[in-house]
């Protein structure tokens, strides 16, 4: 899981900007959307609102945002219907990327990314060859300079978290997507705040690039998480000690 806590840790530190938490509020509020319409409005009944919901609190989102978000979702707001599609895609260096969006406008969406990948050097990839790579995992990070690892292991574990490890100072909790929920408010009941919380997709082995390969692979995927149609971006790739993102 190194690689993982090492690429949230860059992306953490690249999205401190007050433009980029916005800009990660808006995917928020798109999840909340489109979980309430599909599912309804009540995150008891609804696993995957229930899910998106734990992602906001995980981001901090004030709570009449989430609410609002619901209320889009559900029609007691005027909103906007989003389509969900998925890309797999290669990243230069062989990387394996699947994108996730959410679009009111499929066909803009579509040739966006397809943009993205031609200019960066990646290529779009046949189903199922990304896809396969991956496995659902949940991910829920935390401040490591705030918390000690000992202290936030005693309540992962308690709530029934795989693993907690400490990389660059973010200290990552893995679980089983059965046991997000219970791990999330096991730490919340405990007054830990966390960084984000989320069902992610995690690579089964990781690929190794020198650094002009790694530079050229994140810029890729750092150009289609800025698109405002893409809601996630996941990656096989190791992210090298030392590297910093440009």
């Known amino acids: 899981?190194?690689?993982?806590?090492?690429?949230?840790?860059?992306?953490?530190?690249?999205?401190?900007?007050?433009?980029?938490?916005?800009?990660?509020f808006t995917k928020l509020i798109k999840e909340i959307s489109i979980a309430a319409r599909m599912g309804g409005g009540d995150p008891e009944g609804n696993p995957r609102l229930r899910t998106a919901v734990i992602k906001a609190r995980g981001a901090n989102m004030p709570k009449d945002n989430i609410d609002r978000a619901i209320k889009k979702g559900?029609?007691?707001?005027?909103g906007v219907n989003y389509e969900e599609l998925t890309y797999e895609a290669y990243?230069?260096?062989?990387?394996?990327?699947?994108?996730?969006?959410?679009?009111?406008?499929?066909?803009?969406?579509?040739?966006?990314?397809?943009?993205?990948?031609?200019?960066?050097?990646?290529s779009l990839a046949t189903a199922g060859a990304v896809s396969r790579l991956?496995?659902?995992?949940?991910?829920?990070?935390?401040?490591?300079?705030?918390?000690?690892?000992?202290?936030?292991?005693?309540?992962?574990?308690?709530?029934g978290a795989?693993?907690?490890?400490?990389?660059?100072?973010?200290?990552?909790?893995?679980t089983a997507p059965e046991d997000f929920e219970?791990?999330?408010?096991?730490?919340?009941?405990?007054?830990?705040?966390?960084?984000?919380?989320?069902?992610?997709?995690?690579?089964?082995?990781?690929?190794?690039?020198?650094?002009?390969?790694?530079?050229?692979?994140?810029?890729l995927i750092e150009r289609l998480e800025e698109n405002d149609d893409v809601q996630n971006v996941y990656s096989n790739i190791e992210i090298p000690e030392g590297f910093e993102a440009e």
């Open 162 to 174: 795989e693993d907690v490890a400490l990389s660059d100072g973010i200290i990552e909790v893995s």
């Open 134 to 159: 991956f496995r659902r995992k949940g991910i829920i990070t935390l401040d490591g300079e705030k918390y000690t690892e000992d202290q936030i292991m005693e309540a992962a574990l308690e709530g």
């Open 91 to 122: 990243a230069p260096g062989g990387v394996a990327v699947l994108i996730e969006v959410l679009t009111d406008n499929k066909n803009r969406a579509a040739a966006d990314v397809r943009n993205i990948l031609t200019r960066a050097g990646g």
């Open 1 to 24: 899981m190194s690689g993982h806590s090492k690429w949230a840790t860059i992306k953490h530190k690249k999205g401190a900007a007050d433009a980029k938490r916005g800009q990660m």
């Open 182 to 219: 219970a791990v999330m408010n096991a730490l919340e009941g405990k007054g830990f705040e966390t960084m984000s919380a989320e069902i992610s997709m995690i690579p089964d082995a990781e690929v190794s690039l020198d650094n002009d390969g790694t530079a050229k692979a994140v810029r």
């Open 74 to 78: 559900t029609g007691e707001l005027e």
